[in-house]
Each structure stands twice: as structure tokens, then as C-alpha cells.
């Protein structure tokens, strides 16, 4: 069992009271803009709210006009049903289809198109022009006025009363609020008509452009589709070959025959050797002695000459009982059987070179087919890199060719498109196809509005500041650390930008400002974490939170990652076996892991994995989720598993499940230095948080400290901060096994960094 006596930060009960005491007080001063700023959309809502409530009141002021009308700007059109029902397999989309609405708010207020509607105004409506000139500019006369000096001026004072919204995704509200009711009547008009004719023009120069983007994309990719024919050809005719598959089939049967043929051979040649042999001892053996022998008795020349030296033998006996040696017929005798004796020599011999010949014979018979097989496995390894060739080559082509066919696809869409001449906007209102009175309106609303928005922004902050009070939710730093009064580890910024960015510059091995920034936050957690203890340094360690997204395995990755890059050995173990996620944030598979280690009895040196992230670090993952992974934390296996691995490695990190509802974290924490406990920013409620602290206490579990994450309004690393973390770490490297030369070169490069953007 571990020391974590040592760093246990004891929670008495005026620690958990605390996070009540802190809810009874108010708000300071240096929170109200912290609690503004977190509340603005409540306050901009308020405002809302009550402005136009100000607004609906404006009914005792003078009238105005107002000519209103909405447009459809999605395509509506029979030529665009047809359209679409043609194949388009290639996204293509016309611009007007995708452009943003603000962007043809924008341009339906623009020059372009209201131009042309003054223009039609001063020749049509002189008179409505100059009651307009002498409401706005008293004394200028439009008669004595250029029309190129008086258009703008115009444009001016109509698009100031101008207003164009979206009511619906599809549907755009136009407006123009005036006194005089005859001009807001055929200005209306006339603007509804300019902006039906500018959807046909629009769409009709999207459609150009579109047509425009696929011939130019279209040649590429013929000539992609030219190169790749010519590749196949010149793949087939190199090779002499239709396809290779087939032909590699061809030269399997080959090979399979040979081998057959050579199995058949081998028997053979093995027969004749054993015959063989056993000729040699058969001629081994006298000559009386051979006569019942298979292999010499099958030769009827051996067998005559062996016959007639065995019946000269008979009569050589039967004669030396009648006759002497020196007798001529007993000399005779002895001449006959020694003639005959070299004959069967030489028939002897015969049969061995006879034997010797066939199997010389097999031999070479085998070779010739060992030769054979290994050309034509040659050819088929061959085949095989041209089969991967003409694979990939069809693959080219066949994408080649689809991509054509969608272009050309999409061409004759387009060009289909470009014919239509019916305008895709529809205008809902078919009243402003004639001069219409248009309805009156307040014009009290600016100053109902400036009323309404100051008393609604009163009302706002009041209620921002009481929901505030009432949401019993950390958002900051200082309201963790006052409310717990435990050791604040380290602030934890919320910047995703900045932790991607971190990540992928420790990936390439470069350490840029903003991500370096981010990583520096954990080599100063880490640092913390190693001061905790004055005698024995901390080698392992939980980490975990109240509940569900607090942050606990980034943190735990983080750590690790700072750690190892500061020289430590680490070891990440994914403790959470109910819903493990360590394996998807290093890019490791989870097929074996804790649980195999501890049911299986597997030596967990063949389970960890070295991380990607830094060569110092080592993962093990959780492996498959085990039934009842409570059992398994709290069995003497995964006890002498922890004491193995805190002796292996200098720092070892666990990441478990929340501590709300599990029991998980304390089991482990047991066994270790202690628990750090993550706390999620906006996301963490005092009375979880409570609930936990309580829990700690109760099982006796080792508190290290406390981290605050995905922190608002935690400052970048400042030069100041250099400072005091170079003169921290010159004290403690040496004594928690940092490597200082490396460490204080790193710090004051960075330094000089910081220096120079200060």
C-alpha cells in the first residue's frame, strides 16, 4: 500500500459548508462584468422584449405610409421542376441556390437595382420627386439639378427608408415607409417589379457561371481519361496479355501440373534408388546364393549364364568323385566355368550401369520440372505486380469516366437551365400589380424604441444578475477555489482553437506561440503536482470529476503528454472501464487491455502501446468492457498491478469514471498518491460538487487537488509567468528528476519569444 497519507488535503466540514456560505453572500464588484458578459444574451433578450412591447404602445402619433410586400426567392418555376427532375449527379449547384440571404439583401439595396428605378421616377413622376426633394433638402429644385447629380442624392434618401428582412428562409419582406402616400405606392410597385426581373437576370448569369466552371473542369478530366486508356493499352501490350488474371490462372495450372508430375517423378526415382541399392547387395552375395533373387533372376541373360555356372559347379562335384584334378575332362570343366564366370561379371555390370542410367534419367527429369515451377513462379510473382497495375489503372478509369459522365450530365442540365425565361422569384402579393393605397403606420417608433431598449436593458442586467445568483454553477477560477478552499493545481483555458493547434504542433514536433501557450499551462499543472510532496516525489495518481464532461480525459492525456515531454517516463492507464475513450484520443485500438490483464493474467508489457503524441509516453487502453468492472478494480490482481507499474514508471495516470454514482476513482485513489479532481467550468454544479467532496471524505480517498477547466477568462502565459516558472523550476528540478540543463534552455528561448511580441 502507498504513502498517500502524505498528500491527503483533509475536508472538513467548514470546506463543504463553505460551498452553502458562498451562495448566502452577494455578488462583488469585480464579478457584476463577468456575470453581465455570461448573461448577455438574457439581457439583449430583455431589451428586446421589452422595446417592442414600447413600440406596439406608438398608436397616439402622427401616421405614415408604409408599402410592404414579400417575395419567394426560392425557384418556384414549372422549368425548374423539370429541371430538377433531370439525373445531376454532380453537385453543381447555381450560386443563387447558395448564397447567403444578407448577401441579396445587400445587393437588392444596392445602385444596381434601384438606379434604374429612380431613373423611371424623374421621367414618369416628376412631381412625386420634387415633394420628395422638399421634404428632404428644402430649396433644391430637380428641374435645375443633372440627372447624374440628382440620382445618387435620391438613392440616398429612398434606401435610408428602405427596409428589406427575412421572414421566412425563403422569403424576403420588403418595405419603404414614407409621409407621402402616392410616392410609397408606385415606388413600391415599381420595386417589386425590378426585383423580379433582376431573379431572371440573376439566375441567368449564375447559370453562365456554372456552365463556365463545368467545361473548364470537364477537359482535365478527359484528358485523365485519355491518359489512363493509353496506360492500359501500353500495360497489355508490354505484357503480351488481355488480362491478367486470366493469364495468371493459366500459369497456376501450369505450375500445379508440374508439380503433380514432379510428386510422381520423386516416387519413381526413390524406387529405383532403393532397387538399386538392393542390387548392390544382392551382387554383394555369392553367385549359388542369388538364385531366388527378384532382381537379377528378371534377366534372362544373368539367369542362362548363372544357370550354366551352377550345372558346371554339379559337374565338377559329381566328376571329382571319379576323377582327378589333372584329368582332361575335370580341366575342361574348370575352363567352362571360369570362361563363364567374367560373362556374369560383365552381365552383372551391365545391369548396374542400366540402373545407374535410369536414374541419372529421374534425377534430371526433376530438375527440368524444379526449373520449370520456379520460372513460372517467377512469372506469376510478375503477373501479380501487373495485376496490381491493371487494377489500379481500371480503378482510374472507371472513376475518370463517371466523373465525365456527371460533368457532361450536369452540362446539358445547364444548358437546359439557361432556357428558361420564366422569373424564379414569385412576388405573394398580386395586389401590387396596380397602384394601391398603401395602409398608415406609427412613426413614434424611434423614440418608443430608444425608451422601451434603455428601461428593457435596466430590467435585463436586474434579471441576468438574479439568474446568475440562482444558477448554483461554477464559471470561474476563483469561485472554485474560494468556494472548496483546496489547492488549485492549475487554470485550464477553454480555447479549442488553441488545444488543436497545440496538438498539432506537438505532432510535427514544433512548439508554436499559441499552442506552446496551451502545453505550458500543463507542464506548470504538473509542476504543481510534483511540489505537492517535500519528501516523496508523487509517481502515480486518479484523476476524475463529479460528473459526465468535466474535461477529466483531456486532462489526463494533457498531463501525461507535459510530463513525458519534461523527460518523465509515463503511463496512461484507461481505468474507465464502463465507457473507456483513451484508445480514440491517441489513435490506438482497443483490443486488449486492463481487463485482459487482470483476468487473463497477460504480462502487461505486451499490452501497453507507446503514444504517437511523445516518445516518453505509454498508453493501456482499457480492453473489452467487463461485466462487473467493480470486481475486477478492487481484486489483489489490479493492487499488485499498480504497485508493478508505479515501480516501472515515473509517473503513472488513471483515468476512471465520474465519482457521482461509481465507486471506481476511490477504489484506485486507494492504491496511489492520491485524486485529482477536474472541475468543468459553466458546466459544474456546487450541489454535485458537494455531493462529491462528501464522498471523498467519507471513503478517506487521498485529495491532491483541484483542476479548473475549460476556463473563460484564464490570461495567456505571460512573460511574468516565464519568469516565476524558470526560478520554480531551477529549485525543484533536481529534486523531482527534471532535466534542468534542457529545461531552463526550453524557458528561455521561450523568453526571448515573449520578449520580442511584448
Known amino acids: 500500500m502507498l504513502n498517500s497519507e502524505k498528500y491527503i488535503h483533509p475536508l472538513s466540514q467548514a470546506n463543504l459548508s463553505q460551498l452553502n456560505d458562498i451562495d448566502e453572500g452577494g455578488l462583488n464588484l469585480g464579478q457584476v462584468g463577468v456575470v453581465l458578459r455570461r448573461r448577455l444574451l438574457l439581457i439583449v433578450g430583455t431589451t428586446a422584449l421589452v422595446a417592442t412591447a414600447a413600440v406596439l404602445k406608438a398608436e397616439t402619433e402622427p401616421p405614415v405610409y408604409q408599402g410592404s410586400f414579400d417575395i419567394l426567392t426560392k425557384p418556384v418555376t414549372g422549368e425548374s421542376q423539370a429541371v430538377a427532375n433531370l439525373p445531376q449527379n454532380l453537385n453543381v449547384a447555381s450560386p443563387e441556390l447558395i448564397r447567403d440571404i444578407r448577401t441579396t439583401i445587400t445587393v437588392l439595396k444596392s445602385p444596381r437595382v434601384i438606379y434604374p428605378i429612380i431613373d423611371e421616377l424623374q421621367s414618369q413622376y416628376p412631381d412625386l420627386i420634387q415633394n420628395f426633394l422638399d421634404e428632404q433638402s428644402p430649396g433644391l429644385n430637380a428641374a435645375s439639378v443633372s440627372s447624374a447629380e440628382l440620382t445618387p442624392v435620391l438613392y440616398g434618401y429612398l434606401v435610408e427608408n428602405l427596409t428589406i428582412a427575412t421572414k421566412q428562409p425563403d422569403i424576403v419582406n420588403v418595405q419603404f415607409t414614407y409621409l407621402d402616400q402616392k410616392l410609397v405606392s408606385v415606388f413600391s410597385n415599381l420595386l417589386a417589379k ?35 486508356q493509353e496506360r492500359l493499352r501500353s500495360l497489355q501490350v508490354e505484357n503480351t496479355l488481355i488480362e ?11 505450375v500445379a501440373s508440374f508439380r503433380q508430375q514432379r510428386i510422381e517423378n520423386r516416387v519413381q526415382l526413390e524406387q529405383m534408388m532403393a532397387k538399386y541399392e538392393d542390387l548392390q547387395r544382392e551382387l554383394a552375395q555369392e553367385p549359388g546364393e542369388r538364385a531366388g533373387n527378384s532382381l537379377l533372376s528378371d534377366n534372362p541373360r544373368y539367369q542362362k549364364i548363372l544357370d550354366q555356372i551352377q550345372a558346371a559347379d554339379i559337374a565338377i562335384k559329381q566328376q571329382s568323385a571319379l576323377l582327378t584334378d589333372d584329368n582332361p575332362v575335370m580341366e575342361t570343366l574348370k575352363q567352362k566355368k571360369d570362361y563363364l564366370l567374367p560373362l556374369l561379371a560383365q552381365e552383372e555390370a551391365r545391369v548396374q550401369k542400366d540402373y545407374q542410367s535410369r536414374i541419372q534419367e529421374l534425377r534430371a527429369r526433376d530438375q527440368s520440372l524444379e526449373n520449370k515451377i520456379f520460372n513460372l513462379n517467377n512469372e506469376i510473382r510478375e503477373l501479380a505486380t501487373t495485376s496490381r497495375n491493371y487494377d489500379n489503372i481500371i480503378r482510374e478509369l472507371k472513376i475518370a469516366n463517371d466523373a465525365l459522365v456527371q460533368f457532361t450530365t450536369k452540362q ?12 424564379p422569384w414569385l412576388l405573394l402579393d398580386p395586389r401590387l400589380t396596380k397602384v394601391e393605397q398603401p395602409a398608415a403606420v406609427s412613426n413614434s417608433t424611434k423614440r418608443n424604441l430608444a425608451l422601451g431598449g434603455i428601461l428593457g436593458l435596466l430590467l435585463g442586467v436586474g434579471a441576468a444578475l438574479v439568474v446568475d445568483k440562482l444558477s448554483n454553477i461554477f464559471y470561474s477560477a476563483q469561485e472554485l477555489k474560494d468556494a472548496t478552499k483546496l489547492p488549485l493545481l492549475g487554470i485550464v483555458p477553454l480555447t479549442k482553437e488553441l488545444q488543436a493547434e497545440a496538438k498539432e504542433g506537438l505532432a510535427r514536433g514544433v512548439h508554436n506561440s499559441d499552442g506552446a501557450s496551451f502545453f505550458e499551462v500543463f507542464r506548470s499543472l504538473y509542476t504543481n503536482i510534483l511540489l505537492l510532496s517535500s519528501d516523496t516525489p508523487i509517481r502515480s495518481l486518479v484523476i476524475s ?17 507535459a510530463a513525458a515531454a519534461m523527460g518523465q517516463r509515463v503511463l496512461v492507464v484507461d481505468a474507465n472501464l464502463r465507457a473507456p475513450s483513451l484508445h480514440n484520443r491517441v489513435g490506438l485500438m482497443n483490443i486488449q487491455g486492463l481487463t485482459d490483464v487482470i483476468s487473463q493474467d497477460l504480462d502487461w508489457h505486451n499490452v501497453i502501446e507507446p503514444s504517437p503524441l511523445e516518445d516518453n509516453m505509454f498508453v493501456m487502453t482499457a480492453g473489452p468492457i ?52 477536474v472541475a468543468g467550468l459553466g458546466k459544474l454544479k456546487r450541489t454535485a460538487l458537494q455531493q462529491a467532496l462528501e464522498q471523498i471524505q467519507i471513503s478517506g480517498t487521498p485529495l491532491l487537488g483541484v483542476i479548473a ?48 511580441k511584448q
Open 709 to 756: 477547466n475549460k476556463s473563460k477568462d484564464a490570461a495567456p502565459v505571460s512573460y511574468q509567468y516565464y519568469r516565476q516558472y524558470y526560478k520554480q523550476q531551477s529549485v525543484s528540478a533536481e529534486r523531482v528528476g527534471v532535466n534542468t540543463e534542457a529545461e531552463r534552455a526550453r524557458i528561455q528561448d521561450r523568453l526571448r519569444e515573449i520578449r520580442r
Open 626 to 677: 467487463p461485466p462487473d468492472s467493480m470486481r475486477l478494480l478492487a481484486s489483489q490482481k489490479m493492487q499488485n498491478l499498480m504497485k508493478e507499474l508505479q515501480a516501472n514508471f515515473d509517473l503513472v495516470i488513471y483515468d476512471t469514471p465520474p465519482l457521482l454514482g461509481f465507486a471506481d476513482a476511490y477504489l484506485l485513489a486507494a492504491n496511489t498518491n492520491g485524486l485529482v479532481l
Open 545 to 561: 470529476s463529479a460528473g459526465q464532461g468535466d474535461g477529466k480525459s483531456t486532462i489526463a492525456m494533457q498531463l501525461a503528454q
Open 194 to 228: 425590378a426585383y423580379l426581373k433582376y431573379s431572371l437576370e440573376e439566375r441567368q448569369s449564375d447559370v453562365d457561371q456554372a456552365i463556365n466552371f463545368v467545361n473548364v473542369q470537364k477537359q482535365p478530366v478527359e484528358n485523365r481519361l485519355k491518359l489512363w
Open 244 to 254: 491478367p488474371a486470366q493469364k495468371a490462372q493459366e500459369v497456376s495450372s501450369q
Open 412 to 423: 446539358q442540365t445547364l444548358q437546359i437551365e439557361k432556357a428558361q425565361k420564366q422569373q
